[in-house]
């Protein structure tokens, strides 16, 4: 089993840059398709990013395409989402989740995935 852990949320204004962490424990997360979702008050909880095991392969929802991007440290066991040019519509609590299939089948359901984190605030202010 994996536990993980989510940080680097805040409050940040329209246009800067943020970058959460997502560390892990118990397992290295080079065992598991490893994602980030978002969840905005009164919404459904949605896809943003996809790293495959490796790190070679990467997927990012058309929402966030060319402003976020993620990435995984196998050292440090953590993966990361850089995000850019924030906008007030990113505002949500930001999730990391665990995904044990293979990346070519990595769902973008989230009750698909095996492991989840507590999540991490980020208001984008405009």
């Not at 852990?5 to 424990?25: M, P, Y």
């Not at 919404?43 to 997927?59: C, L, P, W």
């Not at 060319?66 to 505002?91: C, H, W």
């Amino acid at each position: 089993q994996v536990q993980l852990v989510e940080s680097g949320g805040g409050l940040v204004q329209a246009g800067g840059s943020l970058r959460l962490s997502c560390a892990a424990s118990g397992r290295t997360i080079g065992s598991y398709v490893m994602a980030w979702f978002r969840q905005a008050p009164g919404k459904e909880r949605e896809f943003v990013a996809r790293i495959s095991r490796s790190g070679g392969g990467t997927n990012t929802a058309d929402s966030v395409k060319g402003r976020f991007t993620i990435s995984r440290d196998k050292a440090k066991n953590t993966v990361y989402l850089q995000m850019n040019s924030l906008k007030p519509e990113d505002t949500a609590v930001y999730y990391c989740a665990g995904y044990s299939g293979t990346y070519a089948s990595t769902p973008t359901t989230p009750s698909l995935y095996d492991y989840w984190g507590q999540g991490t605030q980020v208001t984008v202010s405009s």
